[in-house]
């Protein structure tokens, strides 16, 4: 049976020692949907590859609202995870399993050792990093600048199945954009009342995607 540092295209690059280090020393995790990958204050003790599955990292405020920051699929890597093992700072964030996922765990000693050593390995490391980063930083700036009607008509499209319906409450709605479930529910009647949606316990379907999409600025 392959090894899971060979499943992997993002680790393709490495050169053998590389992947021979890697095997050595990474441990394989399978976690159910649900479980918690890590907390607020916990410390960094693994690099975390993730080989398949949905973990959605978000962050809480002292009001008790959530926003979700990213979320790590097949081949991501964990930018908070990275942050923390090069600053040694603990975590201030939450990473929730959304499916069943399959990760490779480097002990954060070996990767020091590694990055320190691999050019290949680094680049990868940093690559990840800078994507994320840079999609923080329109998160940021979506949350500041963009209005939170046409927020919310672009996450419908997105998250919309072929039947142009979704399963998701107003407090899911809510977490995605980092607002409140209250103005989630009052913008979702307006566009109720504009023929756009159609709103049911627990489903939204999409009934005028190309207004949604006008007010998405799409």
């Excluded at 978000?58 to 990275?82: F, K, M, P, V």
């Amino acid at each position: 049976m392959a090894h899971l540092v060979d499943q992997l295209d993002v680790l393709n690059p490495l050169q053998e020692p590389d992947r021979a280090f890697l095997k050595q020393h990474c441990q394989r995790m399978t976690l159910p949907a649900g479980k918690t990958v890590f907390a607020p204050d916990m410390e960094a003790a693994h690099f975390i590859l993730l080989a398949n599955g949905s973990v959605k990292v978000s962050q809480t405020g002292q009001s008790g609202r959530e926003i979700i920051l990213y979320r790590i699929e097949g081949g991501d890597s964990c930018i908070l995870t990275t942050s923390c093992l090069l600053s040694g700072e603990h975590y201030n964030a939450e990473a929730v399993t959304e499916t069943e996922v399959t990760a490779l765990l480097l002990p954060a000693s070996s990767f020091n050792e590694l990055i320190a050593k691999s050019v290949a390995f680094r680049q990868m490391v940093f690559a990840n990093y800078a994507t994320r980063i840079a999609s923080l930083i329109h998160l940021v700036e979506e949350v500041t600048f963009e209005k939170i009607d046409s927020r919310l008509a672009h996450k419908l499209l997105i998250l919309a199945d072929p039947e142009e319906t979704l399963d998701a409450t107003h407090q899911i709605l809510a977490t995605e954009l980092g607002s409140a479930r209250e103005v989630i529910s009052r913008h979702l009647k307006e566009f109720d009342r504009n023929g756009w949606i159609e709103v049911s316990r627990g489903q939204i379907k999409l009934l005028d995607k190309e207004a949604l999409r006008l007010l998405a600025g799409e």
